[in-house]
């Protein structure tokens, strides 16, 4: 897909890869819209041309209300990007049920509802992209964080299915699935703490946000089904699916850690 010209609507795009992920489809002469739940936030890229709608997504109304504002400014949307989520670092056997509702409202239910709102017009033009962000947790499970593995694996499993149903309508779905990204992401969830244990990792291995924003930017311009960022991610993925054993393992030594 070209980008130039292109209606791109972010949500989450107040911090972090949201917001490094509008800045850089602005850079390649997309036009934008932004959401978040603070106004005040998203000052720096209204600044730089975008259209804000700030909104709570895990109220269905906002949800609605800033699809039909974006629809009103520019008329259609192109490309949605699901940014949107929250994280939870509690075993799932004694999660609080509220908080891991809520984190499922967000990480899943609000991005779904998006992509319906947002393929309307698609589905009608033949024509648009719907960018779901996941995780690498998506793929494989981080048992210090179950419950927020189990909404990110059902935003792969729903984008899979999304491209499927969406292809004989000229839509595009595509999953984005992060590594560890230098954000504020863990100072945000909704409960506990990640493993100390994975600081040296995050340490060797993460990415920057304006990093993780140009795979996806790439992504969308090549029609890709699934981006992993760093890219080397993949090796991870492969590892679970083929010695599953022994990831299940090393996984259950770096959680045991923390207790």
Known sequence: MQIRDKI???????????ASTALAFARRGAKLAVTARSDERLQSLADAGAFVVAGDLLEPADRRRVIEKTLAHYGRIDILINNAGVGLY???????????????????????EMAQLASV????????????VSS?????TAPWSTLYSA?????????????????????????????????????HVLAGTAPGSLAGARARFAITP??????????????????????FGWLMVAAARLLPRLVDAQMERISQRNR
Do not use: W
Not at 156 to 166: A, F, K, P, V
């Open 8 to 18: 791109v609507l972010v949500t989450g795009a107040s911090q972090g890869i949201g």
């Open 90 to 112: 509690a075993p799932a056997y004694d999660a609080p049920m509220e908080q891991v509702r809520s984190m499922f409202e967000l990480n899943v239910f609000a991005g779904l």
């Open 121 to 132: 017009g698609m589905r009608e033009r033949r024509s648009g992209t719907i960018v779901n």
């Open 136 to 140: 690498i947790v998506g793929k494989v």
């Open 151 to 187: 909404s990110k694996y059902a935003v792969c499993s729903l984008t899979d299915g999304l491209r499927m149903e969406l292809r004989p309508f000229g839509v595009h779905a595509m999953a984005v699935c992060p590594g560890y990204v230098r954000t504020d992401f863990s100072n």
């Open 210 to 231: 304006e990093q993780c924003a140009d795979a996806i930017v790439r992504g969308v311009e090549r029609n890709s089904r699934t981006v992993l960022s760093p890219r």
